[in-house]
């Protein structure tokens, strides 16, 4: 099995919601088998030294709450999956003092831990595939392998003894290969999200250029075209002027559309344009405002850059907010600065809570727009929706 392994696409949103609803679960999931452990620790007080249970229960009861409030609570992160495992293997060392001081433990009787292994290795499997949860996962029905056959472990023979770590290998490698299996394909779909955004954001810019040459095209044919024809009538002094200062005119207005259309730049008018049929084909049922205009021309990068920045913030947009949300992209022109914003009334974020290795965010949109001498602002709360503007002046 290819596991989804912690990459840059982590940052967008299927892959962090999988992980974020496996752990919410699994750690409901817990909190359940924690009651069996516990009737299990009940039936077994009279046999148990409790100097030693008592504070071992609480310890893994803790880290189980504390597993539920990570992941229902806070950021989710994997810490919580760690502790989980690093008590378990603390719980198998603490077998040998489990008994009470001068009893003998039942033969063919299960301590408290057995009902811990499991669920452990289950939490250490979710974390692969680092090599120590591997090896943490092979450890552990090899510990409990030799734990079992001791005299504090219940005293049971080999066949029990490999049933047993048979158990704490399948079950928990059962767990995890499912809970992968959703990992790699939400990894799938962040993938084709990225790949869907970096589309659109070309068929702007393709579609900007493409303007741009037809505006060049007809430029030369209306120029040039109309200059032979005003030569060919050019009968009477006056119309052999008009024609000289039709050519004149017409080799300014080659000149400088050579020096625009060297790849460089695009005019407004094409950017614009082209940008609104990008959003437009990105999400039909976005409300579209478009307003203003310039003479000013733009370089191809600076187009390209905001045609990305916005693809992604629709993209995100349309991860985060529900399908229903409604959504705005505004493009406003002046002879000052573009500004665009994409505005949506979705769910909203903590924007100190978005990961470093968020790229969608940090580097599709503000280093993006940065680099080119833009400014990103965002705007957003939980609750009350998120509304991203980009700007960028003209020199």
């Known amino acids: 099995m290819k596991f989804a392994s912690r990459s840059p696409y982590s940052a967008t949103l299927a892959l962090s919601r999988v992980d974020r609803w496996i752990g919410r679960s699994y750690s409901l999931f817990l909190l359940v088998s924690l009651i069996e452990t516990l009737g299990t620790v009940a039936k077994q007080l009279p046999v148990l030294n409790l100097a030693v249970a008592i504070p071992a229960i609480s310890i893994f009861a803790l ?181 000289k200062t039709s050519a004149q005119d017409a080799l300014i207005k080659l000149k400088a559309a050579q020096a625009d259309d060297s790849g460089e730049a695009i005019s407004i008018s094409s950017f614009a344009k082209a940008l609104a049929e990008s959003v437009r084909r990105q999400d039909a049922n976005i409300e579209i405002d478009v307003t203003g205009g310039s003479a000013h021309l733009i370089k191809a990068e600076v187009a390209s850059a905001l045609s990305d920045a916005t693809a992604q913030a629709l993209t995100n947009s349309q991860q985060h907010a529900p399908f229903m949300s409604d959504r705005l992209f505004r493009l406003k022109i002046s002879d000052r600065e573009i500004k665009i914003v994409v505005r949506d009334d979705g769910p909203g974020f903590r924007p100190g809570r978005i990961p470093k290795n968020r790229l969608g965010l940090r580097v599709s949109i503000i280093e993006r727009v940065e680099a080119v001498g833009g400014r990103v602002f965002i705007e957003t709360s939980p609750g009350e929706g998120t509304t991203i503007v980009l700007e960028w002046e003209f020199a």
């Not at 760690?82 to 001081?101: D, E, K, R, Y």
């Open 63 to 243: 880290a189980l709450f504390y597993n539920v409030f990570n992941f229902w609570f806070g950021d989710g992160n994997i810490h919580s999956y760690v502790i989980i495992g690093l008590v378990m293997f603390c719980l198998l060392a603490s077998m040998p003092f489990q008994p009470a001081v001068g009893s003998t433990w039942p033969e063919f009787q299960h301590s408290w831990v057995w009902w811990t292994t499991g669920g452990a290795s289950v939490s250490m499997g979710l974390l692969l595939p680092r090599w120590w949860s591997w090896l943490y996962m092979a450890l552990t029905p090899i510990a409990w392998f030799f734990l079992v056959q001791t005299t504090w472990g219940g005293s049971f023979g080999l066949a029990k003894a490999l049933e047993d770590a048979a158990y704490v290998t399948l079950f928990p490698a059962t767990i995890v290969g499912m809970a992968q299996l959703l990992r790699s394909a939400a990894l799938r779909v962040d993938i084709a999200v990225e790949d869907a955004a970096a589309a659109a954001a070309e068929r702007a810019r393709i579609d900007a250029v493409e303007r741009e040459r037809s505006r060049i095209d007809a430029l030369v044919h209306d120029s040039v075209l109309t200059t032979f024809l005003l030569s060919a009538k050019a009968t009477s002094p006056e119309q052999m002027a008009l024609a």
